[in-house]
């Protein structure tokens, strides 16, 4: 069955880094987008960043445009998320979710991990 | 950016009712549209997809419609494992999500 699971997270300070990683188990990761989605503490799912079966395409939300870089290593089934520059309101949980259509990345979010939480603050 | 507006923001509801959930575009999206259930503490699952097709498992008191910018999610007999936060996302351009429907029991 399709795994997801997210690790990194923890407690950092505004203007610090973090990287996040998703590993994924029971598909063939190479062939799907993967996304990030995060959820601040009681509040609903912002969608953070998408990239491309390959690697070769990337998007961001404006909210972490400049800040926040995706990649993936396909010979390890890993995503990562780099955060840089955190704010207190990148506070949230982190999920990783794998897209739904063969070499998509542009579809709906079919399976998620269990996220992971970023807290920032000082 | 395509904004998406759901609502109502709550909803309060018996075992049995039919329950719609509304959410309007900002522009159009082309169907691209997918309806998620999320309860506290877990990951949002996903129900429907490209407006109306149902995801392997969903039951199917779950239906969804729409076109353009305007979708609705109906759950036509509320049954207890349903009272969660439901929420819409648009996938037509990147991703935006609804602000989300709590349907808690009246």
């Known amino acids: 069955q399709v795994q997801l699971v997210e690790s990194g997270g923890g407690v950092v300070q505004p203007g610090t880094s973090l990287r996040l990683s998703c590993a994924a188990a029971g598909f063939t990761f190479s062939n799907y987008g993967i996304h990030w989605v995060r959820q601040a503490p009681g509040k609903g799912l912002e969608w953070v960043a998408v990239?491309?079966?390959?690697?070769?395409?990337?998007h961001y939300a404006d909210s972490v445009k400049g800040r926040f870089s995706i990649s993936r290593d396909n010979s390890k089934n890993t995503l990562f998320l780099q955060m840089n520059s955190l704010r207190a309101e990148d506070t949230a949980v982190y999920y990783c979710?794998?897209?739904?259509?063969?070499?998509?990345?542009?579809?709906?979010?079919?399976?998620w991990g269990q996220g992971t939480l970023v807290t920032v603050s000082s | 950016d395509i904004q998406m507006t759901q609502s109502p923001s709550t909803l309060s509801a018996s075992v049995g009712d039919r329950v719609t959930i509304t959410c309007r575009a900002s522009q159009s999206i082309s169907g691209g549209l997918a309806w998620y259930q999320q309860k506290p503490g877990k990951a949002p699952k996903l129900l429907i997809y490209k407006t109306f097709n149902l995801e392997g498992g969903v039951p199917s008191r779950f239906s969804g419609s729409g076109s353009g910018t305007e979708f609705t999610l109906t759950i036509s007999s509320l049954q207890p494992d349903d009272f969660a936060t439901y929420y819409c996302?648009?996938?037509?351009?990147?991703?935006?999500f609804g602000q989300g429907t709590k349907v808690e029991i009246k």
């Open positions: 990239i491309s079966y390959d690697g070769n395409n990337k």
């Open positions: 996302h648009q996938y037509n351009t990147y991703g935006t």
């Open positions: 979710a794998k897209d739904y259509h063969l070499y998509g990345s542009g579809g709906p979010l079919q399976y």
